[in-house]
T-cell receptor, first 111, second 112 residues
């Protein structure tokens, strides 16, 4: 069974700090997703990756397929970045439509 | 603006009652999904639908039912057979499987 592990579980940072959240998974995947869940519960899709690196504003996502590992980086963090960040994968050959989710990393950025 | 609308935001149910959670999308997406989120756990798939009039069970379908009579609507019924229904329920949609999913704002269901 594919497990998706995220670290750290909780992260507190000062405004302006560079932040890294890690995600590892145990079997082959066709794609990896990074999601952001706001305190109210709504979820926004940040990135979908199958290789390499993607950048959007202050957010950077990388994936290493051989090592089965992905990282989400936030540069110049801001209090509005405070949220739960969730890693999810589409297992290669898995049942259609089934994303496997990590438990999330709760980020708090202090002013 | 296109998006996914879930209603209501908060829902209370008496034991033994069925309740239906609404999910509507105007993104013209073919695929729709229902997830359950419990504290300290990752989201788990309840049901998904790749096309109108077709749906498949996810990992935790017991005690739930769905219908997909229209492309834009995918209501979830939590039946009295679901023994622990208190949770946060999220609906999502996508162009197809393995595509980025768009999520609604969720419905929080509590038992009275």
């Amino acid at each position: 069974k594919n497990e998706v592990e995220q670290s750290p579980q909780n992260l507190t940072a000062q405004e302006g700090e560079f932040i890294t959240i890690n995600c590892s998974y145990s079997v082959g995947i066709s794609a990896l997703h990074w999601l952001q869940q706001h305190p109210g519960g709504g979820i926004v899709s940040l990135f979908m990756l199958s290789s390499g690196k993607k950048k959007h504003g202050r957010l950077i996502a990388t994936i290493n397929i051989q090592e089965k590992h992905s990282s989400l980086h936030i540069t110049a963090s801001h209090p509005r970045d405070s949220a739960v960040y969730i890693c999810a994968v589409n297992e290669y050959g898995g049942s259609q439509g089934n994303l496997i989710f990590g438990k999330g990393t709760k980020l708090s950025v202090k002013p | 603006d296109g998006g996914i609308t879930q209603s209501p935001k908060y829902l209370f149910r008496k034991e033994g009652q069925n309740v239906t959670l609404s999910c509507e999308q105007n993104l013209n997406h073919d695929a729709m999904y229902w997830y359950r989120q419990d504290p300290g756990q990752g989201l788990r798939l309840i049901y998904y639908s790749q096309i109108v009039n077709d749906f498949q069970k996810g990992d935790i379908a017991e005690g739930y039912s769905v219908s997909r009579e229209k492309k834009e609507s995918f209501p979830l019924t939590v039946t009295s057979a679901q023994k622990n229904p208190t949770a946060f329920y999220l609906c999502a949609s996508s162009w197809g499987v393995n595509q980025p999913q768009h999520f609604g704002d969720g419905t929080r269901l509590s038992i009275l």
